[in-house]
């Protein structure tokens, strides 16, 4: 707070609170804007979950049915239902309604869904808050629905899939504790079933459980109460590891380890959760985000058996994305261990090699080159090179009979109980794929920097095209070229190795504010003068398009890429069209079309503020509401494009702009009326971001 800034009195924003949400078309944002973490009033908590839960205005789904309950198995939701009504404070005049209400919605969710009730199902515990809010069946039953099918995730069972996806998630943050449990055979859903199937409402009280549902709620990330569940253990690490009684009696206190929880602890499960996160790969979400959801989405097969992965897997995006991140965020130390002629061949121009056949065939030499690459981890992050991370990555070939002895000097690291261990998804083959697929402007404008070679020759996307180097490296200077340096050294067999290895980062290292990120390493000459916001029209760097263009779109008309994976926001959030467009940051709106790469069109409009550029598509079946469809910062635009032909059909191409060329990570596509006022007033909002960026 700023100073001389009074704090509102006590139940102002309460009081706001409640005056937004009697207006009626308030949005998530809006309400999370006024709590801000706070604990909801009671007679204010319904309103605000079901807008959390996106389930205001919609119709009664029991309307059409005929209230027959005489499901097979009815005698026990009956009896499950009548043990919860028991359990609750509830007059005694309304528990005949009320158990009707709740019977009637489990009856009708088994019928609708075509599932088969069963008490270890945990669906009583999930209906538990939900009646202490007093609501009518209809929104009784779309906010139980609504948690089902988008926070429940899918294989919620003994040896289901979301459980090995926490033992990965635990082991990356927590090594030492997830090695304890697995050599007690404890795994995860033995003790985490019922605080995944409930959200924590089977063992919490009604008040904590309120209060964890009001944080998560508002979120609206169902990934994570991985992340809350991880605190939990987190927090008794140490019990966990000084226990000597045996295997059952652990993990009854493993699991009833929630209950213990009170509503003071809430607000730093949650700071705690949110650091948990931030310090987690987004391949954690991305890969997985099929457990949530509508099962339509759940239907596509996915090849990879969680249950035998070795550690948590990232993308090859990510770790390209990653490492050109300034502040904070995970970054990746990619360790290549591949064999040395495949590296030299060619390789991430940031990776360390570390060949994993030394591991076999020089064990002396193996230990002295991981020794050399954590002292060399630990002085890139230092020294700010762009190739330093906390978090560490290893690359293999992606051929699963070659990478071996990868997956062996994975375990020797796990073994270490070394944190932040992860492997690149499909290996160097993955990562040649993906800058050939985004490669769009060709060859010498895209992503080919990012291979290089230790061989005398420059490493193309395709490994085909050759280029000499003078320094034997296509990275001749800067921080991009000292892992190049350090892995030759490595290959000297000297005893001498490490003090080489730390001698190159020290010498060679140029701190981040010395050199943007995205200027591939030019020379000395060219890093002292920066560009001036007149130049920015013309080249803002010696053979360097500029950071944006506006023409015709003539030979760039494949580069699709599919955009929401760029978005700062993957979640769509629903929010009111009017509110938004009347937001005061909000400098213009532009009514239009979004248009897919399969001539897909769906109304929309374009919101610019000071520094972003939002897309709202709008709800047929909704009117005034739409989704959040994307969020694109204005200095990531690096062209705004259109067609001869159709002149309203615009494109904006999101990127980075560096000596070599535009990087294009997404593209999206607006038919636009009036597009030249359109163009022409979010170019001059995207000039005052970037003199404001330079100044």
Request: aromatic fraction near 8%; proline fraction near 4%; charged fraction near 25%.
């Amino acid at each position: 707070m700023a100073e001389g800034e009074e704090a509102p009195p006590p139940g102002c924003w309460e009081k706001d609170l409640a005056e937004a949400l009697e207006e009626g078309g308030c949005d998530l944002e809006t309400v999370r804007n006024i709590i801000q973490g706070r604990r909801l009033p009671d007679d204010l908590r319904a309103k605000v979950w079901k807008i959390a839960l996106n389930v205001v205005g919609k119709g009664d789904s029991l309307a059409s049915w005929d209230g027959c309950l005489d499901l097979p198995e009815q005698s026990v939701i009956h009896k499950d239902c009548q043990e919860l009504i028991d359990r609750l404070s509830v007059p005694e005049d309304e528990k005949s309604v009320l158990l009707l209400d709740i019977e009637s919605v489990i009856t009708f969710y088994c019928k609708s869904r075509n599932v088969k009730y069963s008490s270890c199902l945990g669906w009583i515990h999930l209906l538990k808050p939900l009646v202490l809010l007093r609501l009518p069946r209809s929104d009784l039953y779309n906010c139980f629905y609504a948690i089902m099918n988008k926070f429940i995730p899918r294989d919620c069972f003994l040896k289901g899939r979301p459980f090995h996806l926490f033992r990965l998630l635990l082991q990356y943050h927590e090594p030492e504790l997830c090695s304890f449990l697995d050599t007690k055979k404890m795994t995860p859903d033995s003790y985490a079933l019922n605080w995944l199937g409930s959200l924590f409402s089977y063992y919490c009280s009604a008040e904590v459980t309120q209060a964890i549902w009001d944080g998560y709620l508002q979120q609206a990330d169902p990934f994570f109460i991985y992340f809350l569940m991880l605190i939990i253990l987190v927090n008794a690490k140490d019990v966990i590891l000084a226990q000597e009684s045996d295997k059952e009696e652990m993990i009854k206190f493993l699991e009833t380890s929630p209950a213990n929880l009170e509503l003071e602890d809430i607000e730093d499960l949650f700071s705690l959760a949110q650091y948990y996160c931030s310090k987690t790969p987004a391949s954690f979400r991305k890969d997985n985000h099929s457990l949530f959801g509508s099962s339509l989405l759940g239907l596509k097969d996915d090849d990879t058996d969680l249950s035998q992965a070795l550690c948590l897997a990232v993308s090859v995006s990510e770790i390209l994305q990653a490492n050109q991140q300034q502040g904070e965020g995970v970054r990746f130390f990619v360790v290549d261990c591949r064999p040395a002629e495949q590296y030299n061949a060619g390789h991430l121009s940031t990776a360390f090699h570390l060949d994993s056949d030394l591991m076999l065939q020089n064990p002396s030499e193996f230990a002295q080159s991981v020794k050399s690459l954590l002292e060399a981890q630990k002085q890139s992050i230092e020294s700010g090179s762009i190739a330093g991370g906390e978090h560490l990555c290893f690359m293999g070939s992606g051929r699963e009979e070659e990478d071996m002895y990868m997956n062996m000097v994975l375990a020797h690291f796990l073994q270490k109980n070394k944190e932040y261990v992860s492997i690149a998804k499909g290996g160097f083959m993955a990562l040649q794929q993906h800058l050939a697929d985004i490669n769009v402007e060709g060859p010498e404008s895209g992503y080919g920097h990012w291979i290089a070679s230790t061989s005398g020759s420059r490493s193309s996307i395709n490994s085909s095209v050759d280029g000499d180097s003078p320094n034997g490296s296509s990275d001749g200077k800067g921080v991009k070229s000292l892992v190049n340096k350090m892995t030759v050294a490595l290959k000297t067999k000297s005893v001498n190795v490490k003090e080489k290895v730390i001698s190159f980062i020290e010498n060679t290292s140029t701190p981040v504010d010395r050199i943007p990120f995205n200027i591939p390493w030019p020379d000395r000459a060219s890093l002292e003068r920066h560009v001036s916001s007149s130049d920015r029209v013309g080249k803002p760097y010696r053979g360097v398009k500029p950071v944006f263009s506006i023409g015709d779109e003539e030979e760039y008309d494949t580069d699709e890429i599919d955009s929401s994976s760029m978005s700062d926001d993957d979640r769509k959030e629903v929010v009111n069209i009017q509110t938004w467009i009347n937001k005061p940051d909000v400098k213009y709106n532009f009514p239009c079309n979004e248009v897919k790469e399969n001539g897909h069109m769906f109304p929309s409009h374009l919101l610019v503020t000071a520094t972003h550029m939002y897309c709202l598509r709008e709800i047929p079946s909704r009117k005034g509401l739409a989704y959040i469809q994307s969020r694109q910062a204005l200095n990531s635009v690096v062209k705004i494009t259109s067609k001869k032909k159709h002149p309203e059909l615009i494109t904006f191409k999101y990127g980075n702009s560096n000596t070599s060329g535009i990087e294009i990570l997404a593209v999206e596509r607006y038919l636009i009326p009036n597009a030249g006022d359109a163009t022409k007033a979010i170019k001059q909002q995207i000039m005052k971001v970037l003199d404001a960026l330079e100044s």
